[in-house]
């Protein structure tokens, strides 16, 4: 089975999308349940694990049974109280009421790109800092590449940046000459952009955004500079997770490569979904074929095994089908990953 160190207090599995990091994240958090109380953030679209967990997929934890907790993440919901935590020093309960109505933000808690990979991380630095769980493990978004989720804090802190509120907030200043700015090129396809997403009003609704947040730019910042700080901490420990197939090894060792030159705490990787009966005998002639080309593949598995850093330790894990997927099973697949 998969050891994590003593120390670590986060777990991050990334990876692309469709090589189980979902149900990969529920069943560690399900072994390291026997002895440390653990919350497991999960993205599931398809509600599959939720149900499985027996939890309703509404942003709430669960207690799915002793010290195991989950949560299916809400991402509106998330952004949400993102935002709301960040003004809650500072605005009124009416200036908070309208930016929630605010066009601009519907469209950037629901549709920026983003916004999803960061509402995940407030999630997870919530939890941590808390302190209430052993280990938080968060099963990241299925993103189209990893460093959306690595750079989202960047993404969020550029959009909130001090220069852009106030090259908005006050669009009728005449001595600024803000309408000669939005004449040059760049930015009127910026607010092109825009306007297709907010409307005609569009310059009134991000005046009014902006002027909700102008006073809320420290605490933005300090929560964007307390997801950072998550990612780097030694605590944190990040898992990729990848399958038997040869252009996903190809991403994962570069993927593994380029995590580790950020900085980031890579400790291990799984090779998921390796077929469990790839050893039993077989005579039907396509089947036998089949066969022979996973183990083909398994073969190039171990001969990748070599070029990723010598002091990550690589795993494999069975192939699970779907309707094998239940809380009782979870910590068998954590305690069947086995080191290649």
């Known amino acids: 089975m998969i050891k994590v160190a003593s120390t670590t207090k986060t777990i991050i599995c990334i990876g692309t999308g469709g090589v189980g990091k979902t149900t990969m994240s529920a069943s560690l958090a399900s072994g390291l349940s026997k002895d440390k109380k653990v919350l497991v953030l999960t993205i599931d679209p398809s509600l599959r694990l939720a ?20 949560c299916t993440l809400n991402h509106q ?46 999630k997870l630095t919530e939890f941590v800092n808390s302190k209430e769980y052993d280990i938080v493990i968060l099963d990241t978004p299925p993103a189209q590449h990893t460093w959306h989720f ?19 907030r006050d669009p009728d200043q005449k001595d600024v000459g803000f309408f000669k700015r939005v004449l040059n090129t760049g930015t009127s396809q910026v607010l092109k952009i825009l306007e297709n997403l907010t409307g005609s ?18 605490p ?12 780097t901490a030694k605590s944190t420990e990040f898992i990729l997770v990848t399958a038997l197939d ?5 991403e994962a060792l570069r993927l593994s490569s380029e995590i580790e030159k950020q900085g980031y705490n890579l400790k291990s990787i799984i090779i998921n979904r390796v ?32 070029k990723f850093g010598a002091h990550l330790k690589v795993y494999k894990s069975q192939e699970l089908s779907h309707n094998q997927l239940h809380v009782e099973n979870l910590s068998d697949i954590y305690h069947n990953i086995e080191l290649i």
């Open 275 to 306: 077929p469990s009966w790839m050893n039993e005998e077989v005579s039907a002639g396509p089947l036998v074929r089949y066969v022979e080309y996973l183990k083909a593949l398994e073969a190039r598995l171990l001969g990748s095994k070599s």
């Open 246 to 250: 040869p252009s996903r090894i190809s």
């Open 220 to 231: 933005l910042e300090k929560q964007v500079w307390d997801c950072h700080k998550v990612l």
């Open 77 to 122: 919901k998330a952004f949400q109280d993102f935002v709301l935590k960040a003004a809650k020093s500072t605005a009124t309960k009416e200036e908070i009421e309208k930016l929630l109505e605010n066009k601009l933000y519907k469209q950037l808690s629901t549709q920026l790109s983003g916004s999803q990979d960061f509402s995940s991380l407030f």
């Open 51 to 70: 149900q499985a967990l027996g939890i309703k997929p509404d942003g709430e934890v669960y207690k799915v049974k002793q010290n195991l907790y989950a």
């Open 150 to 168: 690595l750079h989202a804090p960047e993404k969020i802190a550029q959009l909130f940046n001090e220069g852009v509120a106030q090259w908005f």
């Open 201 to 218: 009003e569009f310059v009134k609704e991000l005046s009014m955004f902006f002027k909700a947040i102008q006073r809320w730019q420290t």
